[in-house]
């Protein structure tokens, strides 16, 4: 099985989305949220900012302030110093899981480590615990999860994709994986989840409670 993190494993999309979507907005740039989830969600880091200065530039006639990243990058931290916390229920699924497993996911590999080892997570996966660092393309591109299946020893084709996000999906379809979409963290919706299901989801897990293979 190949894990995604922020939205996952913990319970970091609402901090995200809700720490960039106010920051946005104070330069200008507003979006619907649901809208700005499915665009954004499951983007490396280099992705996002590239399109939310193209979308600054072509909205406000001007490039993303120069300290923006630094600005959202310290809210966001600001914000998991207090509220990171795992999706509930993920401890007991880890627990009973005895398949080969691995996290891949579109944060950097500094920030992935901290909220892993923030929420307890770290040793439960380390170290196949790969990130948008480790590869040349991220999410929607396969090759994030194609590296984690070498890693564990894995064909495509027998691997599991758990993922919340269209980009995720996506990735994990073109690298020729099975994919579930999550629904159990705090930044799900109807609109999240009928998106998951159209870009080609084969199912949507609404909790870890609920969970079975």
């Known amino acids: 099985m190949i894990f995604d993190c922020d939205g996952v494993l913990i319970d970091s999309e609402i901090i995200a989305v809700e720490v960039e979507t106010a ?3 104070e330069i200008g740039l507003v979006y619907d949220i649901a809208e700005f ?3 954004f969600m499951g983007m490396s880091d280099t992705a996002f900012y590239a399109a939310l200065g193209e979308d600054c530039r072509a909205q406000l006639g001007l490039g993303l302030p120069q300290d923006f990243r630094a600005r959202v990058d310290a809210g966001k931290h600001a914000a998991n ?4 916390a795992v999706v509930p229920g993920i ?5 009973g899981l005895s398949l080969p497993k691995a996290v891949a996911s579109s944060s950097g590999a500094a920030h992935l ?15 196949h615990v790969y990130s948008a ?3 040349a393309h991220a999410k929607p591109a396969p090759d994030l999860f194609l590296h984690a299946a070498r890693a564990i020893a894995m064909q495509p084709q027998d691997c599991l994709v758990l993922e919340d996000s269209v980009n995720g999906v996506r990735a994990g379809l073109a690298a020729g994986m099975r994919v579930w979409g999550f629904a159990g963290a705090g930044h799900m919706t109807d609109g999240v989840r009928a998106s998951l299901l159209a870009a080609g989801a084969e199912r949507i897990v609404e909790s870890w409670a609920s969970f079975s293979l």
Do not use: C, Q, S
Request: proline share 3%; hydrophobic share 40%; aromatic share 10%.
């Open 113 to 127: 480590e901290y909220k892993l080892r923030k929420t307890g997570l770290w040793a439960r996966f380390a170290p």
């Open 81 to 84: 110093e207090t509220r990171l």
């Open 91 to 95: 401890a007991r699924v880890l627990d």
């Open 37 to 39: 989830k499915r665009r």
């Open 23 to 25: 920051l946005l907005a």
């Open 133 to 135: 660092d480790h590869v």
